[in-house]
T-cell receptor, first 118, second 113 residues
Framework: DVKVTQSSRYLVKRTGEKVFLECVQDMDHENMFWYRQDPGLGLRLIYFSYDVKMKEKGDIPEGYSVSREKKERFSLILESASTNQTSMYLC?????????????????FGSGTQLSVL | QQQVKQSPQSLIVQKGGISIINCAYENTAFDYFPWYQQFPGKGPALLIAIRPDVSEKKEGRFTISFNKSAKQFSLHIMDSQPGDSATYFCAASITSGTYKYIFGTGTRLKVLA
């Protein structure tokens, strides 16, 4: 069974702390994504990666960075956590279409990390 | 242009009833429209998807209706069951040249037993 695992289900941090959210997938997928889920705002893309050491900004990258040193692992970093980054963070992965057509790959999501910044 | 507007925000349906969730988009370049289902404590999972070359797609009790001229699509859940209680997200994407989905804001469905 395919699996995307996020390291923490709940996380509480202080304002100004550096925060690492880890995600691991076991499906050998090329693409990995970090989304943020907020009530009334849906899912918003923070960053994505289509290959090891590659990264692209999504719609709301400010205040975040990412790292992908290995194919199966994609980390989201909050350099200096702020209260407005309190949210549910979802990691996802997808298999790249061999025809290099984006946009219709099935996304596999992890169960999410609920981050509270106090 | 890039938004997908989803309604209603929440929905309560009696067991056996029909649940209907609507989405509208502006960008006519969108050509793939999936629906994701999210249970509490879980990540979203793909439920059903449609391309604009068909007006309807059915999988079991779940049907997507697509109206290209109106730029609208909807999810119908027939014979709704308490186990269908979840949050549903519509999404849209362009299958060539872009990397991402645009998600709707979500609909929280509760089916009463």
């Amino acid at each position: 069974d395919v699996k995307v695992t996020q390291s923490s289900r709940y996380l509480v941090k202080r304002t100004g702390e550096k925060v690492f959210l880890e995600c691991v997938q076991d499906m050998d997928h090329e693409n990995m994504f970090w989304y943020r889920q907020d009530p009334g705002l849906g899912l918003r893309l923070i960053y994505f990666s289509y290959d090891v050491k590659m990264k692209e900004k999504g719609d709301i990258p400010e205040g975040y960075s990412v790292s992908r040193e290995k194919k199966e692992r994609f980390s989201l970093i909050l350099e200096s956590a702020s209260t407005n980054q309190t949210s549910m963070y979802l990691c996802a992965s997808s298999q790249r279409d061999r025809g290099l057509i984006w946009g219709n790959e099935k996304l596999f999501f992890g169960s999410g990390t609920q981050l509270s910044v106090l | 242009q890039q938004q997908v507007k989803q309604s209603p925000q929440s929905l309560i349906v009696q067991k056996g009833g029909i649940s209907i969730i609507n989405c509208a988009y502006e960008n006519t370049a969108f050509d793939y429209f999936p629906w994701y289902q999210q249970f509490p404590g879980k990540g979203p999972a793909l439920l059903i998807a449609i391309r604009p070359d068909v007006s309807e797609k059915k999988e079991g009790r779940f049907t997507i209706s697509f109206n290209k001229s109106a730029k609208q699509f909807s999810l119908h859940i027939m014979d709704s069951q308490p186990g269908d209680s979840a949050t549903y997200f519509c999404a849209a994407s362009i299958t060539s040249g872009t990397y991402k989905y645009i998600f709707g804001t979500g609909t929280r469905l509760k089916v009463l037993a």
